[in-house]
């Protein structure tokens, strides 16, 4: 080996540290950026022909696990998915009220009431006390209406953002992988691009959960949970919803009037996988107008089973009893508990909860019959108050006649949809069920956002220790390289020394 030859091999060597400290260096600055991944230059053998003259340094490439990144992109989407129904499920259960104020407490005050009242049915402070607690079940079940429209609402606004926030985060995508493609076509790094094309994918994660496929020229293909590929390269985004105002009677899909998530032109709703867009979808569409049928049927069924005894106690808007054995969705009760409301003649004379508001003609399978108490009737008059307590309050509607069963399937502004509160058979008992699983909805969700919390929390931990920078690694890093270039340096001088001591052997 020639001196010149050494001489260039320690050069190359002294370059190659060089390069390495400097990444080392970039490494423990970026420890705690976001995003950002460890770096490492690796070192090739310069070989030309057979002869070995150095050490040639290869571009800085990263040590990131693709599986475990997929497996954060799926947590995050359950995640973000689960806090998004929490906070809206949360109004919903906030209108149900505390304790002692649901549609189910209320519903058991008001049968106090006519217990009260059945001890001297002639006292005006008893009868005006049915009519309170009527009112106050009748506002709560107004109140719970009104936050589950206002929830659906927002889950269409939250899809709108959403949309146009996964567009621009896919613009991003887009844009980082036009600036990786020509670089890794030189051969050059592109590490830092990818750490930042892999923060963009994160966010489209969050809201519409995708697995990225890298391609050997730098290229990525974004695969959704749903089995969406999702297109590139686009300026304005693939994506597009309309924003819309909702009523009760909204839905989307055949005939509905409320739009959906389009994907260049056609309509994906359904096929949108797991992330917050797919939450909102289900709260929209799915979820809360199942929760508006619920109380709409317990609302009619109160409103009509004190009718058929014989007070009118409810009605809707116009006077409107509704008829149990009637369609969901063609028969007038979609948004009923909203229009919920005391009957105006029993507010101006309270004596009706007594005396009773109409007659009833008996049937076989229904209610016995019932005549109201007569202008001035007893004013011990107890008869409609036992049928309150004992048929309306009850599970018959006359002695071995059942109440029809509640309402569970044809759900839904579309019909489609099916309850689970399938055994109740009286009033209380459905109110209370409803109560339960609409107040419990929210909790679940969080139970199940806290568990892929954790979930997150842990694989991400995991990346960090992998892929992220440990400054005791780099650390030992620094002095490992610092050696070697000591050595290096050191070789560079023996080759100096013989090299003076050569040229004074010349002269």
């Given amino acids: 080996m020639s001196l010149d030859l050494a001489l260039s091999i320690a050069r190359s060597g002294l370059a190659h540290v060089n390069k390495q400290l400097a990444q080392s260096a970039s490494n423990v600055a970026n420890a705690a950026t ?131 926030t996964l567009n621009e985060a896919l613009r991003q995508v887009s844009g980082i992988t036009d600036q990786i493609l020509p670089l890794r076509a030189q051969g050059m790094s592109t590490a830092e691009l990818e750490d930042r094309r892999d923060q963009a994918i994160a966010t489209i994660s969050s809201i519409m959960q995708v697995r990225a496929v890298s391609q050997p020229d730098g290229n990525v293909v974004l695969i959704t949970a749903g089995g969406l590929t999702l297109p590139l390269r686009q300026e304005t985004g693939p994506f597009s919803m309309e924003a819309a105002t909702l009523g009760v009677q909204s839905f989307h899909g055949g005939g509905g009037t409320l739009p959906g998530v389009l994907l260049n032109g056609s309509d994906v709703t359904n096929r949108l996988g797991n992330g917050t867009l797919a939450a909102y979808a289900a709260l929209r569409d799915k979820e809360l107008p199942l929760a508006q049928a619920e109380l709409d049927i317990s609302a009619a069924n109160l409103a009509a089973r004190f009718d058929a005894q014989g007070l009118t106690l409810f009605t809707g808007d116009g006077g409107m009893v509704l008829n149990p054995a009637s369609a969901y969705s063609t028969g007038g009760w979609i948004g009923f508990a909203a229009s919920l409301r005391v009957n105006p003649a029993l507010l101006s004379s309270p004596g009706l909860v007594r005396d009773g508001t109409h007659a009833v003609a008996g049937s076989a399978a229904g209610p016995t019959a019932f005549t109201p108490n007569a202008p001035g009737g007893p004013a011990a008059f107890t008869t409609l108050i036992d049928r309150v307590l004992n048929r309306t309050f009850g599970a018959e509607a006359s002695p071995g006649n059942a109440h029809p069963a509640f309402a569970s399937s044809g759900l839904g502004p579309d019909g489609s949809l099916a309850s689970s509160l399938r055994t109740a058979r009286s009033l209380g008992d459905y109110a209370a069920q409803l109560v339960a699983t609409q107040t419990a909805a929210r909790a679940e969700a969080e139970e199940a956002g806290s568990a892929s919390g954790d979930l997150l929390t842990s694989l991400e931990t995991r990346f960090a220790e992998r892929s992220g920078v440990d400054m005791d690694k780099e650390l030992a890093a620094m002095v490992t390289l610092q050696t070697a270039y000591a050595a290096n340096a050191r070789l560079l001088s023996a080759v100096q020394t013989m090299y003076d001591t050569l040229f004074q052997a010349v002269r």
Avoid at 38 to 46: P, T
Avoid at 97 to 108: E, H, N, R, Y
Avoid at 141 to 154: F, P
């Fill in 34 to 164: 976001p995003g950002y991944t460890r770096k490492e230059i690796e070192g090739a053998a310069a070989t030309p022909g057979s002869l070995a003259s150095g050490v040639r340094s290869l571009e800085a490439t990263r040590a990131v696990d693709t599986a475990l990144v997929t497996q954060m992109n799926a947590a995050r989407a359950a995640a973000d998915a689960s806090a998004a129904r929490a906070r809206l499920l949360s109004g919903v259960e906030i209108a149900h009220g505390a304790t002692g104020d649901s549609v189910g407490d209320l519903t058991s005050a008001l049968g106090d009431a006519f217990v009260a009242l059945r001890g001297d049915p002639s006292d005006a402070l008893l009868q005006a006390g049915v009519t309170d607690a009527a009112g106050d079940l009748a506002g709560r079940y107004n109140t719970v209406s009104t936050a589950i429209l206002a929830a659906r609402q927002e889950a269409q606004d939250s899809m709108v953002r959403d949309v146009a």
